[in-house]
């Protein structure tokens, strides 16, 4: 019954600046635990960022960290993630996931829902 969004993906410069979007629908969104992962051409999916409940503890893969920020605002079911300095290596499809039970991990399998991914492209 959750359905997840994304929006924001496009195509930028090395360098610059973009952020993603995922609005939740369907259950109580508060209490999920949301991650974004990325999935390049012929990659494995893989953990980007992650945000607990109350958005108070965060998780970043170490090849994001410092560049990019997770957020969520759950007065608007929505979960953020901006990208800064963003680098070629960084292209990939970007899907948000809920964990419903609030806990989650940097595993794709334990995540309940996913969203249909949105295309970030960065050119040299």
């Known amino acids: 019954q959750v359905q997840l969004v994304e929006s924001g993906g496009g195509l930028v410069q090395a360098g610059g600046s973009l952020r993603l979007s995922c609005a939740a629908s369907?259950?109580?969104?508060?209490?999920?635990?949301m991650a974004w992962f990325r999935q390049a051409p012929g990659k494995e999916r893989e953990f980007v960022a992650g945000i607990k409940r109350s958005g108070g503890i965060t998780y970043y893969a170490d090849s994001v960290k410092g560049r990019f920020t997770i957020s969520r605002d759950n007065a608007k079911n929505t979960v953020y993630l901006q990208m800064n300095s963003l680098k070629p290596e960084d292209t990939a499809v970007y899907y948000c996931?809920?964990?419903?039970?609030?806990?989650?991990?940097?595993?794709?399998?334990?995540?309940?829902?996913w969203g249909q991914g949105t295309q970030v492209t960065v050119s040299s």
């Open positions: 996931a809920a964990n419903f039970n609030g806990y989650g991990s940097t595993w794709s399998d334990s995540y309940d829902a």
């Open positions: 369907g259950r109580t969104f508060s209490s999920f635990t």
